[in-house]
């Protein structure tokens, strides 16, 4: 049986429970992250299920009343182009959208690296002010 002192300091108290916190966000955040991947995964194949489905219903309904589906070259021509565009403007959006990302996640990991500098300076800085004030022996 192991015996830890309690301690009823603030900062130690404070420590301990911001140390706990993130301790249990590092379990729970992959599982969360993961559980959103199969949502979007789910409702993508429901869109593209459902768009699918719609299109051949459609499809038998005119091959069955005889309505003629052709359509002429340059209407068609315009679909497929509009469609490259939406692609391509989704996929300029989607590289934004990442590289703003990255660019935070480095000024994270630069202020993580720099948070033990800074903290120093604000040490030195208060020893500065209170040694006027402290007893010399």
């Known amino acids: 049986m192991s015996t ?5 300091d ?6 301990q429970n911001v140390q706990k916190y993130f301790e249990n966000i590092s ?3 992959p599982q969360y992250f993961q559980s959103i991947t199969y949502l979007q995964e789910e409702c993508f194949k429901a869109c593209e299920k459902t ?5 051949s219903l459609q499809q038998e309904f005119a091959k069955k009343t005889g309505i003629s589906t052709e359509i002429p070259a340059s209407a068609k021509t315009a679909i497929v182009d ?3 565009q939406f ?6 959006g989607n590289q934004f959208v990442k590289t703003t990302i990255d660019a935070t996640v480095q000024n ?3 202020f993580n690296d720099n948070v033990n500098a800074y903290v120093e300076l604000n040490k030195n800085i208060i020893q500065n002010w ?5 007893q010399k022996n």
Do not use: D, E, G, R
Request: aromatic share 8%; no cysteine.
């Open 87 to 92: 692609v391509q403007a989704s996929t300029l």
């Open 51 to 55: 768009i699918n489905s719609s299109v």
């Open 130 to 134: 209170i040694t006027p004030f402290t």
């Open 82 to 84: 509009a469609n490259k």
């Open 27 to 29: 379990k729970i955040t």
């Open 108 to 110: 994270m990991k630069t």
């Open 4 to 8: 830890q002192t309690q301690t009823t």
């Open 10 to 15: 603030a900062f130690s108290t404070y420590k």
